[in-house]
């Protein structure tokens, strides 16, 4: 995997703060693309063969990550909390976690969990709500919190530790939901051949995912799509549950075919599944209960083809998750193989076969 896979999940970036990611996506995208589009959200996509006759196909992942915001400084000097994106309460306790100060530093933290000595009083608990969580950095009181750099409103992530597993196989880090879309997107404008494409051709990445979807409805409105891929990590079942369409790490890419705001056009159901097995290509099918910047897309202007290519992860939208490399070829693989047949006749075939 290319080293910008790991240089994205190392940035910070929840929703309303992406700029960090944003700066590194431009920065790859500006030496090929023909043009960059940003619409007023922030979400950024290059463009190539914009002057094809053909098509125009949008590869989108997101930058932001679950994390949070400083919501207020207490006057021990201790941070409370916002969440921002969907985040179980369950793992946060005694995570360590950066503020990121205006200037781009951080402020070290740790999220304040009591000690059994303390919960031996049965009136008192552990604090299980997000609310009362705190985030604890040191500072002795508020006006120590102020003079180290804490302001209300900053963005706070989870301290990453970037990690092979002992085979080699996987990755373990925070950030994948979904730096690992916005990377894709990078591999794969790197990866075309200009000739080789029967469309229009625009890959980036869209902001505040997490919050509603909201930068996949500005950029599309902007770009115009006649078809839409999103590619995003979804959250494997296959440590808690044995299910065939719940995602199995290592098992190929995941045909998304429903969630609760797309199901699949049946058109590119169809089309993805061809194109897999036509290059013998691993996938397997998933049921979703979240959704994705594709739902957001198939209701710009008169209606969008679109679809998720999901890349398998374990534990997304906590602390920590993980991929498998073998999924990460199968999600490239395959969108090459789709964009080499995107011209007007197969935009017709995949609508007439929903």
């Known amino acids: ?11 910070p970036g929840v929703a309303s703060h992406e700029k960090y990611v944003r700066e590194y996506m431009r920065e790859h ?29 949008m590869l989108a992942g997101h930058m932001d990550e679950v994390g949070a915001m400083v919501e207020e400084i207490t006057s021990k000097g201790l941070i409370k909390m916002l969440s921002i994106g969907s985040i179980s309460p369950t793992v946060m306790i005694s995570q360590h976690m950066d503020v990121i100060l205006d200037d ?11 000690p059994p000595h303390l919960l031996r009083d049965k009136s008192t608990q552990q604090v299980s709500s997000f609310d009362d969580f705190f985030l604890d950095i040191g500072a002795d009181d508020y006006q120590h919190a102020l003079d180290l750099g804490v302001k209300i409103g900053q963005m706070i992530v989870f301290r990453n530790d970037y990690t092979e597993s002992a085979d080699g196989k996987k990755i373990f880090s925070k950030a994948w939901d979904d730096r690992f879309g916005c990377a ?14 029967p469309c229009r051709f625009y890959a980036g990445a869209n902001v505040q995912e997490e919050v509603g979807l909201r930068g996949a409805t500005t950029s ?37 075919f429903y969630d609760p705001r797309a ?22 099918y998933y049921k979703s209960m979240g959704g994705t910047d594709a739902a957001a897309v198939q209701l710009s202007r008169e209606g969008v083809l679109v679809c998720t290519i999901g890349m398998p992860a374990r534990y997304i939208h906590s602390t920590t998750s993980i991929i498998h490399k073998d999924d990460y070829e199968a999600v490239r693989d395959v969108i090459l193989a789709m964009l080499k047949q995107i011209d007007f006749k197969k935009i017709n075939e995949i609508k007439q076969n929903g």
């Not at 995997?1 to 240089?7: E, I, S």
């Open 1 to 11: 995997m290319k080293k910008y896979y790991k240089d994205l999940v190392s940035l």
């Open 29 to 57: 995208l500006a030496p090929i693309a023909e043009e960059i589009v940003q619409d007023n959200l922030g979400s950024i996509f290059g463009g190539i063969n914009i002057d094809k006759d053909g098509p125009t196909v």
């Open 104 to 114: 781009g530093t951080t402020v070290p933290g740790v999220v304040g969990a009591k």
């Open 184 to 197: 894709m997107s990078l591999d794969i404008f790197e990866s075309v051949k200009k000739e080789e494409l």
């Open 220 to 256: 599309s409105f902007k770009i115009k799509p006649d078809l839409f891929i999103a590619v995003d990590c979804s959250p494997c079942q296959d440590t808690f549950a044995d299910t065939k369409v719940g995602g199995t790490l290592g098992d190929g890419f995941l045909v998304r």
């Open 263 to 284: 199901i699949l056009h049946q058109g590119m159901k169809q089309f993805i599944e061809e194109t897999a097995l036509a290059n013998n290509i691993k996938f397997q």
